[in-house]
């Protein structure tokens, strides 16, 4: 039986206004998806994060991931659908690159600062008040 070669890819993952607020949970979706279907990462890093030249459900802001991984060809059918049935992947593309060596591909590598920008998010978002017990009535005053 024949074995499917592995070959490099780089996928571009555009994300929504949701993935802003919680950056590790996009970052963490894409590890999953690829790994999941047999992909070795090779690079992941943002991209960008601008507005977007037209709404795309109803989101008008945008967060780009550029990923740089490694999978059989027989797999890349099974990325591609985990990723255009994913609720918080807007578009993605996915392309061959036979033209880029592995050190140009690590040299994209952007993973830690991605985990830092994405705790720095975290921390800055306010936390929602506790909700206020019923504060005890005021004691009567003293009648003189």
Do not use: C
Request: glycine share 4%.
């Amino acid at each position: 039986m024949r074995s499917n070669p592995k070959v490099n890819y780089e996928a571009m993952l555009l994300f929504g206004q949701s993935a802003a607020t919680d950056l590790k949970g996009a970052v963490e979706h894409v590890k999953e998806v690829l790994t999941k279907n047999g992909a070795e990462i090779i690079a992941l890093k943002k991209w960008a994060d601008r507005p977007l030249a037209y709404p795309i459900a109803k989101q008008k802001r945008g967060i780009y991931l550029l990923t740089y991984f490694s999978a059989t060809t027989d797999k890349l059918g099974a990325i591609e659908r985990a990723f255009n049935l994913s609720e918080t992947v807007l578009r993605q593309l996915i392309i061959r690159v036979d033209h880029l060596s592995a050190e140009e591909m690590q040299n994209n590598e952007g993973v830690i600062d991605l985990l830092v920008e994405a705790n720095l998010r975290a921390a800055s978002m306010p936390t929602p008040a506790p909700a206020l017990a019923a504060a005890p009535a005021p004691a009567a005053a003293p009648v003189q």
